[in-house]
């Protein structure tokens, strides 16, 4: 079976925790600052609607975003919404991309699909993309969320595929992560003796997000600059 069960049940956990969390909220604290620089907790939370149906669009073979301005237009157009219209969007997006999910037979999961700027993966990878952006940007609301609480499950496979992203990167030097359980990833260069961190799961995903600026990570050196993801 090519179909990603756990990662789409883990997606769907990640979904209504979020939800769950914008209890914490109200009309004014939407319109208030997130953590992510000159972004409001409306423009997140209407990102993460938009991600959704851009990902129905991939699994359905559409391109992802029709354009970069639209793209930005709609989190723009969306963000100063009320903290209602912007929970039954995210539970309405999520719900479509549940449903584009469930009519996928085994041969398109394992099938190409074309990303934002041309990146290339397999469809089955989309959930658990889908659940690293949940994820993160549930931090981003800044509502009580931590890098701490961030389960086993999900950091395991996070730091995977982050450390991914940063493979072969010009900009990022070889760098070895090591959990405290000793389990061991590789990213960046492949030019030099690799920068060696030392560090929990939720620590090192919480570095390599962009989401701390290296706290809990013991390493010989100042830690490098990461690019945005």
């Known amino acids: 079976m090519s179909r990603p069960e756990a990662d789409l049940a883990a997606l769907q956990d990640a979904t209504d925790h979020l939800l769950e969390g914008l209890a914490a909220l109200d009309d004014a604290r939407v319109a208030g600052p997130s953590l992510l620089p000159g972004w409001t907790r409306g423009h997140v939370l209407a990102h993460v609607a938009r991600n959704a149906d851009a990902l129905v669009n991939v699994l359905n073979g559409r391109p992802m975003y029709t354009s970069t301005e639209a793209r930005d237009g709609d989190i723009d157009r969306n963000a100063p919404r009320s903290l ?3 929970r039954a969007d995210v539970r309405d997006s999520a719900a479509r991309l549940a449903d584009a999910a469930d009519g996928l037979t085994d041969e398109r999961w394992k099938s190409t699909v074309t990303l934002r700027g041309g990146i290339t993966d397999r469809a089955d990878t989309i959930p658990l993309r889908r659940w690293v952006e949940v994820e993160l940007h549930h931090l981003d609301l800044d509502i009580g969320h931590t890098v701490a609480d961030l389960s086993g499950a999900f950091t395991d496979r996070a730091v995977a595929y982050l450390t991914d992203r940063f493979a072969g990167r ?53 830690l490098p600059t990461l690019p945005p993801l």
């Not at 260069?189 to 570095?207: E, F, K, N, Q, R």
């Open 84 to 86: 209602a219209d912007h």
């Open 170 to 222: 010009p900009g990022v030097p070889p760098v070895e992560l090591r959990a405290e359980d000793g389990r061991v990833w590789r990213t960046g260069s492949g030019d030099g003796a690799p920068h060696v961190i030392v560090g929990t799961p939720p620590a090192l995903v919480g570095w390599l997000s962009g989401r701390t600026s290296g706290s809990g990570l013991t390493a010989g050196a100042p």
